[in-house]
T-cell receptor, first 108, second 114 residues
């Protein structure tokens, strides 16, 4: 089976940097993905890590350590529009699992 | 706009009934995934089809079934509905067969069972 754990809530101020952690227990792990979801909206893809290390896409970066079964999403220069839920997800050959999501609140 | 369409947007029905949710993937995508998201919950993977064939299965109830048609659109059938089936149902699509590539989500169907 697979399970992913992430904090339920994170709060930060505009312009700051925030890190959302994700630990996983999976069999046949292929990689870790991150999605953003605004209230009632469709999840949108942010990033995917198949290999250890850091992937950077604009203000967002994602990190994976397979040996530690751990990854994180780093959001820099936070903006009000970044307030949303963030999900980490992992896939194997026959299964997909997402964490319960982290609600990020950006304060002015 | 992800290019994935889902109909209907909202659905209200009674317990014991059966409904069908429809999804059209992005042009060129062969994989379709179905997810259930209950209130304040994460995304629960239900099932994946790739080019008409079932490829991966999550914790999908026996009362639920799905299929992908030759034109690649997919339908999720929910029967003997219970109050607990009330949720947002998302469809997603991707080009690849494997599950870890980028997926594009549709706007969802909000199902309310009364």
């Amino acid at each position: 089976g697979q399970s992913l754990e992430q904090p339920s809530e994170v709060t930060a101020v505009e312009g700051a940097i925030v890190q959302i952690n994700c630990t996983y227990q999976t069999s046949g792990f292929y990689g870790l993905s991150w999605y953003q979801q605004h209230d009632g909206g469709a999840p949108t893809f942010l990033s995917y890590n198949a290999l250890d290390g850091l992937e950077e896409t604009g203000r967002f970066s994602s990190f994976l350590s397979r040996s530690d079964s751990y990854g994180y999403l780093l959001l820099q220069e936070l903006q009000m529009k970044d307030s949303a839920s963030y999900f980490c997800g992992s896939g194997s050959a026959r299964q997909l699992t997402f964490g319960s999501g982290t609600q990020l609140t950006v304060l002015p | 706009d992800s290019g994935v369409t889902q109909t209907p947007k909202h659905l209200i029905t009674a317990t014991g009934q059966r409904v069908t949710l429809r999804c059209s993937p992005r042009s060129g995508d062969l994989s379709v995934y179905w997810y259930q998201q209950s209130l304040d919950q994460g995304l629960q993977f239900l099932i994946q089809y790739y080019n008409g064939e079932e490829r991966a299965k999550g914790n999908i109830l026996e009362r639920f079934s799905a299929q992908q048609f030759p034109d690649l659109h997919s339908e999720l059938n929910l029967s003997s509905l219970e109050l607990g089936d009330s949720a947002l149902y998302f469809c997603a699509s991707s080009v690849a067969e494997t599950s870890f590539n980028e997926q594009f989500f549709g706007p969802g169907t909000r199902l309310t069972v009364l």
